[in-house]
């Protein structure tokens, strides 16, 4: 697997548009509440895109420069990663590439059927996002779709795979910059029936059939 960074407006507004439907939480994005100052809470597309020129114009926005920055700040990181999350989820990525790209919003949102997610600009974070979205991938492949065959609710499925990252605090610290990942509020309860299940044993199967009971 291979990661690869692009900016595209289109896929700017998209991920601004999908952020505001977030089932996970519903407070608005410093970004989102800039822009419902400007134009209101209509998220329509030419509204968006819009407001992203008037602040690619007021920030000097550079894409390829973020992209150096974003993928340079990566790299250094990508091989310990993979090898890692290979081993924990017993599994190499189906896809050969996925596409890093980058938005204006906090939020980011992701899209694992055609292999994308977003990362903020200028973000000095950017690895935890990256580290982060990539586990809902692994997550999905390994685990989510049997899951859901099975009968789980999708309701279920978003709490586990949200959950689930908090095994970067346990087996990632090291690459997340003194940052933790401490997800949303209403899956703290899970968050740490995960760190209590993952000390009494390592194995990603065990720990799925658990959270699922």
């Known amino acids: ?36 100052e400007k134009y209101g809470d209509n998220f ?5 895109k819009a407001f992203i020129e008037e602040r690619n114009k007021e920030i000097g926005f550079d894409a390829q420069k973020e992209i150096i920055v974003a993928e340079k700040r990566w790299r250094m990181i990508e ?3 993979i090898e890692r999350v290979e081993k924990i989820f017993g599994i190499s990525y189906p896809a050969f590439l996925i ?39 692994y997550t999905w492949h390994a685990f ?7 009968g789980l609710l999708r309701s279920a499925y978003n709490e586990i795979k949200e959950s689930l990252t908090e095994l970067l605090n346990l087996e990632f610290s090291d ?3 003194g940052k933790p990942d401490t ?21 990603i199967s065990f720990l799925i059939k658990e959270l699922v009971k």
């Open 99 to 137: 596409t890093a790209y980058l938005t204006h919003n906090e939020r980011c949102t992701y899209n694992i059927g055609q292999n994308y997610f977003f990362v903020k600009i200028g973000s000095e974070s950017s690895n935890n996002t990256i580290m982060h979205e990539l586990f809902h991938f």
């Open 1 to 36: 697997m291979k990661l690869q960074f692009a900016y595209d407006i289109d896929k700017d507004i998209e991920n601004f548009i999908k952020g505001t439907r977030s089932i996970n939480s519903k407070k608005p994005t410093k970004f989102q509440l800039a822009f419902s």
């Open 44 to 48: 329509e597309a030419e509204k968006v």
């Open 183 to 203: 997800g949303y509020i209403r899956h703290q309860e899970m968050r740490t029936k995960i760190r209590a299940l993952w000390g009494r044993q390592k194995d």
């Open 175 to 177: 690459l997340l910059n």
């Open 144 to 150: 989510g779709k049997r899951l859901l065959d099975e």
């Open 79 to 81: 091989p310990t990663f």
